[in-house]
């Protein structure tokens, strides 16, 4: 049976194609053309269709200098999959409802437009996937009962309307580093669905997260109130989250965390916990312009707050309440200097499409002797997801990116680093990645610096220019001093003397530092030697003054 399908904008992974390839029709002219089954219908053109029919498994790919412009419906099979490749513009001169299961790629040359921008969408096709690296213009987003829905927005989405979602609805809902979505209207959630803002979202009213779940590590301002109402409402904050309305009603099991700068205008939370960072090397602040009430909740920890003006203390910040403080919650610690971690709004990662937060591989320095493995194990300071349990081999799989010399190894087994026997002195890196066992996609990567410690050789290029002058003197105990350029010692070049010995030493002057401090200040010279028998080390004075001894124990440029 034939439903009425109008498109919706489906984004895929990133991709760098600007043009269609594969197609089996081109260019079709037909104002009520039907796009058929299995087929790859490109369009490199402006074209107008009144009112086209679409087949199963059809593919749509418009070329990045053509416009396609649907005037009227578009028919299409329910729940049949239908795939749009946008390269160039699709407009769509009426609200749209879509019945077929789209997975759409707007590219970053791509645009799509609904209804002048105003235009509604419909979405009601069970299984959509939308990714967007060009620009969306629509007005109200509509996802409907019973679809599973992921959109993965790299570029500009403006919703000129309100975003709503059927309470059977599940979808989950990203914008990358890269992307930027302006919302005019209201916004809801569901239990089953959450919004993950690694870029920066603009909503210029409110919203009811009942029971959903938001991850905000970008930018993410919210102009009018939040409903906090529904099982396990959830807002994690890394970045800047701020609230120019309300926040309402949470209940005892909604989730408040904040791991970075948080404004509020004004919280009316009911019994929901205000959670910071277990760890005290993390700070989450908050900044408050009225007081807020939170009742007998707890607070922390690893948290601070302040009042957007006037003083900052209990009695300032919150109202009508009796919260128990956890460990290290401050207020305005930075008018005083003495906040224990730095505020810090920008955490570097963006959470997976399934809201689960990154691995974290924590950058490590060891100081290793050739020949020995670390002290340390790579996965000592590391965690199996972001702030939570301890990477261990078994949570965790460990394996080694990059090394700047192959004699400095990671044993991805046991997650110590080896060195091996001969390594040069000398400072190195190191690259590894971990990933959860879990969800081997899921990922962070480290570079850990090793310090190979010992005397750093310098060498320096051979003086071969010139002329090369013979040796004149020599000591010799293998019996061979002769006169001439060509016997020995002339024929080793460039020496004031020449010793040589298979069986014997040479022993110059041994003095201790009273000695050598005894030395009178006219008898010292540039270049003279002494063995130090305090210090234990062959003795160079490098300026001819009595300030001027060194110790020439490290192989080394002198300059």
């Not at 300026?543 to 001027?548: E, F, Q």
Request: aromatic letters at 8%; proline letters at 5%; a negative charge.
């Amino acid at each position: 049976m034939k439903y009425y399908l109008y498109l919706f904008f489906i984004f895929f992974p990133f991709s760098v194609s600007a043009q269609c390839t594969g197609c089996t029709i081109t260019n079709p002219t037909d104002p009520n053309y039907h796009f058929p089954d299995n087929t790859t219908v490109c369009i490199t053109t402006t074209t107008t269709f009144d009112n086209p029919t679409f087949g199963a498994n059809t593919k749509i790919c418009i070329g990045t200098n053509a416009l396609v412009i649907f005037q009227n419906n578009i028919s299409g099979v329910s729940n049949a999959p239908v795939y749009f490749d946008v390269h160039g513009s699709l407009v769509f001169n009426q609200a749209t409802t879509t019945v077929a299961d789209l997975d759409v790629h707007i590219y970053d040359t791509g645009t799509i437009i609904v209804g002048g921008g105003n235009g509604n969408m419909n979405i009601v096709g069970q299984n959509n996937r939308i990714v967007n690296e060009g620009i969306v213009n629509i007005g109200v987003l509509q996802f409907g009962d019973n679809t599973d829905n992921i959109v993965d927005n790299y570029g500009t989405l403006n919703i000129n309307g309100n975003i709503n979602m059927s309470n059977s609805a599940m979808t989950q809902f990203r914008n990358q580093k890269t992307g930027s979505i302006s919302i005019l209207g209201n916004y809801s959630n569901n239990e089953q669905s959450f919004y993950l803002n690694c870029g920066t979202i603009n909503s210029a009213s409110g919203f009811n997260i009942n029971g959903g779940k938001i991850i905000n590590t970008g930018t993410f301002t919210a102009g009018g109130d939040i409903n906090l109402s529904g099982n396990s409402s959830e807002i994690y904050n890394f970045g800047v989250f701020s609230s120019t309305g309300n926040m309402n009603n949470a209940p005892a099991d909604a989730i408040l965390y904040n791991e970075g700068r948080f404004l509020i205008n004004q919280y009316q939370g009911g019994n929901a916990a205000i959670h910071g960072p277990a760890s005290a090397s993390k700070k989450g602040y908050f900044e408050v312009q009225n007081p807020i009430q939170v009742n007998n909740v707890s607070i922390g920890p690893n948290l601070d707050f302040k009042r957007s003006s006037g003083p900052s203390n209990a009695g300032t910040v919150f109202l009508n309440s009796n919260p128990v403080m956890l460990s290290n919650v401050t207020y305005d610690c930075a008018s005083t200097n003495s906040c224990s971690a730095p505020m810090v709004t920008s955490v570097g990662f963006c959470p997976t499409i399934n809201a689960e937060l990154p691995p974290m591989a924590v950058e490590d320095t060891y100081t290793i002797p050739a020949g020995s493995s670390s002290a340390g194990n790579v996965l000592d300071n590391d965690f199996e997801t972001y702030n939570g349990a301890q990477a261990t081999l078994t949570n965790v799989i460990l394996s080694q990116i990059s090394t700047t010399t192959t004699n400095i190894n990671l044993d991805p087994g046991t997650g110590y680093i080896n060195v091996a026997p001969g390594t040069p002195p000398g400072t190195y890196t190191l690259e590894y990645q971990i990933c959860q066992a879990a969800s081997p996609s899921n990922c962070d990567t480290a570079t850990d610096t090793i310090i190979v410690p010992g005397a750093v050789p310098c060498y320096k290029p051979a003086l071969t220019a010139g002329t090369a002058l013979p040796a004149n003197h020599g000591i010799t105990a293998l019996q061979r001093a002769n006169s001439g350029d060509s016997s020995w010692p002339g024929a080793r070049k460039g020496a004031w003397t020449v010793l040589e010995s298979k069986t014997k030493g040479l022993v110059i002057n041994r003095l201790t530092d009273t000695q050598v401090a005894a030395i009178p200040s006219s008898d010292v010279k540039e270049g003279m030697i002494v063995y130090n028998t305090t210090q234990h080390c062959l003795q160079v004075n490098i300026d001819g003054t009595p300030g001027g001894w060194k110790c020439f124990n490290n192989q080394t440029c002198p300059d």
